[in-house]
T-cell receptor, first 115, second 113 residues
């Protein structure tokens, strides 16, 4: 049981490039989320999903797209990277109700630098 | 969006001391959680609180869900070197929803030798 895994661990992009951050979980969790963490800040929610085929926007969704074709995977796409997207990105998952869906389990993060 | 005010921002303590940190909000939260983050890692859940007034312990950690539902505190007793890290409070606004957590900005705990 690997929990929540994220790839890559580190990434450097040039402004305007696109890329996909991968997230997978093997706990059969329905709920998955993406957060970004900037220096001196807490984590801010980008997008979340309550199950395959269902996604919704969080607090800071601009510049990011998501899709959820399977329960296990929840990729985050940057369509045209900007320096303001330099951050550490965390994926999280949690079981659906009546499970403790608010107890989110986080992956190790992807450190992204956009030059 | 919603904000959680977490204090202090950082703490410099001696090994063996007790630690106390808290989180306040202008909004009512249905669930409070406390996470710890080590350098280069994702946050790890320490304690989850589900009811106003609830007091919960996890080893040397104790956390309480404020009666007003607008605050929570975390205490660490007899600190040890591995307690070093950033502690985040987080709140869940909607019961039955999955619209993510609202996080505080963190308390950076530093233990002086």
């Amino acid at each position: 049981n690997a929990g929540v895994t994220q790839t890559p661990k580190f990434q450097v992009l040039k402004t305007g490039q696109s890329m996909t951050l991968q997230c997978a979980q093997d706990m059969n969790h329905e709920y998955m989320s993406w957060y970004r963490q900037d220096p001196g800040m807490g984590l801010r929610l980008i997008h979340y999903s309550v199950g395959a085929g269902i996604t919704d926007q969080g607090e800071v969704p601009n510049g990011y797209n998501v899709s959820r074709s399977t329960t296990e995977d929840f990729p985050l796409r940057l369509l045209s990277a900007a320096p303001s997207q330099t951050s550490v990105y965390f994926c999280a998952s949690s079981p659906p109700p009546p499970g403790k869906f608010y107890e989110q389990y986080f992956g190790p993060g992807t450190r992204l630098t956009v030059t | 969006g919603q904000q959680l005010n977490q204090s202090p921002q950082s703490m410099f303590i001696q090994e063996g001391e007790d630690v106390s940190m808290n989180c306040t909000s202008s909004s009512i939260f249905n669930t409070w959680l406390w996470y710890k983050q080590d350098p280069g890692e994702g946050p790890v859940l320490l304690i989850a609180l589900y009811k106003a007034g609830e007091l919960t312990s996890n080893g040397r950690l104790t956390a309480q869900f404020g009666i007003t539902r607008k605050d929570s505190f975390l205490n660490i007793s007899a600190s040890i070197p591995s307690d070093v890290g950033i502690y985040f409070c987080a709140g869940q606004l909607t019961r039955g929803g999955a619209d993510g957590l609202t996080f505080g900005k963190g308390t950076h705990l530093i233990i002086q030798p």
